[in-house]
């Protein structure tokens, strides 16, 4: 067994909606990112690359790397998963959180797990996507951004 612990951050920017989980999240702002900025693909990538020892998603994805403009952040996700199966591991699990004061998560929780246990072709029940508030504090409780953070635990492929 293998653990790996992942964390994004962004801000704000210009925009009409925000990627989360691969949903697009309606809202007043988009992120401001190299990629689409989607917080929680990257914390999840993260973990998947440091479960594997495989350095972070700066490694494989440079932001200084003009063909990741504005790319999908669920083909980071397809690479991290196929760089798992070729070293011989499958998802245990992925626990995630999600820290934002807006917009609300709640109601969409349900389509980002779905989605996300789709592209990672595993059960609903091998990922939690969690959301939470900074009770007002730091750059998140300002508004200002979001961050995320997850953990995996990869096995063995029986």
């Excluded at 952040?73 to 998963?81: G, N, P, V, Y």
């Excluded at 029940?125 to 009770?135: F, G, H, L, R, Y």
């Excluded at 730091?138 to 635990?153: H, N, P, S, T, Y």
Aim: glycine share 10%; hydrophobic share 40%.
């Amino acid at each position: 067994m293998r653990v790996g612990l992942g964390f994004d951050v962004h801000a704000f920017g210009d925009g009409d909606h925000l990627m989360l989980g691969n949903v697009r999240i309606p809202f007043d702002r988009g992120f401001v990112a190299h990629s689409d900025g989607d917080v929680l693909i990257h914390a999840i990538c993260d973990a998947l690359l440091g479960a594997l020892a495989l350095g972070d998603i700066g490694d494989h994805f440079p932001p200084s790397d003009p063909q990741w403009a504005d790319c999908d952040s669920a083909d980071f996700l397809r690479h991290c998963q196929q760089l798992m199966t070729q070293a011989g591991y499958q998802i245990g699990n992925i626990d995630a959180v999600i820290m934002a004061e807006q917009p609300k998560i709640g109601p969409h929780k349900k389509a980002i797990q779905e989605k996300l246990a789709e592209i990672l072709n595993i059960k609903g029940n091998q990922i939690s996507v969690k959301a939470t508030t900074t009770e007002k504090l730091g750059f998140v409780g300002r508004k200002e951004g979001m961050a995320a953070q997850a953990i995996c635990l990869l096995t063995t492929v029986d």
